[in-house]
């Protein structure tokens, strides 16, 4: 199951929530489904060079908020406001109603699956070395605070011949642990050999009742190697029963005992 199923599909209602909130009658969820796809193509054809891992529509009557969740909210907004007011304007004219937009910053990008697929595919396009850029992109998201990740990817890996999929991981990632937070992206790479798909999983926690976690932006604390290799001091020694000074407490007198001639 844990990797036959979208991990956030999974935990909907149990501790994820749907990036569409809006009710519609059946005659008229085909037609909103359809506005909701040509919004999110609208916006990151636009600005998807900024970092976009999540785009929440919500719609109430006639009115549609759309939230662009980014790593990069001053290239969404642009100089002055333009670029947010030219996608407003734009999205206006493909679809009805009134629609406003709204931009939220990632709190920590290193630990968002989705911009750590991005940043691994934009990688292989740039014609990285695949491996290193998989073992970086772990390496800065467990320093980042995250409980575990694990990143895959499948496709004509360095040009081969056959494709095939390769994958690292470090820490916990439970997939089927309904009560685990599991932040899960794709992305697309398209090289020229052929296309290489990009997968990511994090994981944030456990959320246990009520608790919900915090955004993970300390990075994991570094143990020094000096205190590594100091030893812990040895505590005061206690007398044994003979009064020998240095002994370990409860230990045995070591001199030979006299034993009593039989007669």
Request: charged fraction near 30%; hydrophobic fraction near 35%; include cysteine.
């Amino acid at each position: 199951m844990g990797n036959k199923i979208n991990p956030v599909g999974f935990r909907l209602g149990v501790n994820k929530e749907p990036s569409a909130h809006w009710y519609a009658a059946p005659a008229d969820y085909p037609r909103l489904l359809k506005e909701d796809e040509l919004i999110r193509a609208t916006v990151l054809k636009d600005v998807g060079h900024s970092g976009v891992s999540r785009i929440d529509i919500e719609r109430a009557a006639h009115n549609i908020n759309v939230t662009i969740h980014t790593a990069k909210p001053g290239v969404v907004i642009g100089r002055g406001g333009e670029a947010i007011k030219a996608l407003r304007t734009k999205l206006s004219s493909k679809i009805p109603g009134t629609i406003g937009v709204n931009v939220q910053e990632v709190a920590n990008p290193n630990t968002n699956a989705a911009l750590i697929a991005q940043r691994i595919a934009e990688q292989l396009e740039r014609r990285f070395a695949f491996r290193r850029a998989m073992k970086q992109a772990v390496q800065r998201t467990m320093e980042s605070g995250a409980r575990g990740v694990k990143v895959r990817c499948s496709g004509r890996l360095g040009g081969t011949e056959q494709a095939r999929p390769e994958w690292y991981a470090d820490g916990r990632v439970p997939l089927q642990t309904l009560r685990a937070d599991i932040d899960y992206g794709t992305a697309r790479a398209n090289t020229t050999y052929g296309v290489i798909g990009v997968k990511a999983w994090v994981f944030h926690g456990e959320i246990v009742g009520d608790k919900q976690r915090k955004a993970a932006v300390l990075p994991r604390p570094k143990v020094d190697d000096d205190k590594k290799r100091r030893r812990r001091p040895a505590g005061p020694r206690r007398r044994d029963g003979a009064g020998r000074p240095g002994a370990p407490a409860g230990a045995r007198d070591a001199r030979p005992r006299a034993r009593k001639e039989r007669g």
